[in-house]
């Protein structure tokens, strides 16, 4: 099993760009989730999905978008690139035993 | 909406144990309580999780009193390679989750 993987793992984008980061996990669980990590800082939750067919907010879901494309993918869309989206983004999926969370190796994105 | 406060940085040395608190004074009857490990360019790696008294596991307890509005992980005889940064999660309203800032443990020889 590949657990969580997440493309690319960098990427620059201009300010003004758009582009859509990809998460996939193999391990059949339910809830997925967005994260970003600011340098030297802990992790914010942007948006999440408890199930197939729904999304809701996090703490800063402002400049995103997501969206569950199935039990398998949960896609993050940057739609018009800020510096301050700057960070390392993880996505995580949630094990069905215990308030597990399995998290990618993180996507480090730079704005200029 | 429970919010997570946790002390930035702590030192120990190897053989110590180590605890580490995080307050969640907001926390709601039905929110969990779980802790993570991270190290350099890596994600989160779960440890510990609980809703109220003591769990234990091959790794590490975690205490958490009667009001729960904290939570104290505990590693016992640490090794440099427990250097890391350790989070708390809380679980808010199901599935919502609010991560601590983090606190950074250097473990010395």
């Known amino acids: 099993n590949a657990g969580v993987t997440q493309t690319p793992k960098f990427q620059v984008l201009k300010t003004g760009q758009s582009m859509t980061l990809q998460c996939a996990q193999d391990?059949?669980?339910?809830?997925m989730y967005w994260y970003r990590q600011d340098p030297g800082m802990g992790l914010r939750l942007i948006y999440y999905?408890?199930?197939?067919?729904?999304?809701d907010k996090g703490e800063v879901p402002n400049g995103y978008n997501v969206s569950r494309l199935n039990k398998r993918e949960f896609s993050l869309r940057l739609e018009s690139a800020a510096p301050s989206q700057t960070s390392v983004y993880f996505c995580?999926?949630?094990?069905?035993?215990?308030?597990?969370?399995?998290f990618g190796p993180g996507t480090r994105l730079t704005v200029t | 909406l429970a919010k997570t406060t946790q002390p930035i940085s702590m030192d120990s040395y190897e053989g110590q144990e180590v605890n580490i608190t995080c307050s969640h004074n907001?926390?709601?009857?039905?929110?969990?309580i779980t802790w993570y490990q991270q190290f350099p360019s890596q994600g989160p790696r779960f440890i510990i999780q609980g809703y109220k008294t003591k769990v234990t596991n091959e790794v590490a307890s975690l205490f958490i009193p009667a009001d729960r509005k904290s939570s104290t992980l505990s590693l016992p005889r640490v090794s440099l390679s427990d250097t890391a940064v350790y989070y708390c999660l809380v679980y808010t309203g199901g599935f919502k989750t609010i991560f601590g800032a983090g606190t950074r443990l250097f473990v010395k020889a």
């Open positions: 999905s408890a199930s197939e067919g729904t999304t």
């Open positions: 995580a999926s949630l094990g069905r035993l215990y308030y597990e969370q399995y």
């Open positions: 391990m059949n669980h339910n809830s």
């Open positions: 907001n926390i709601a009857t039905n929110d969990y």
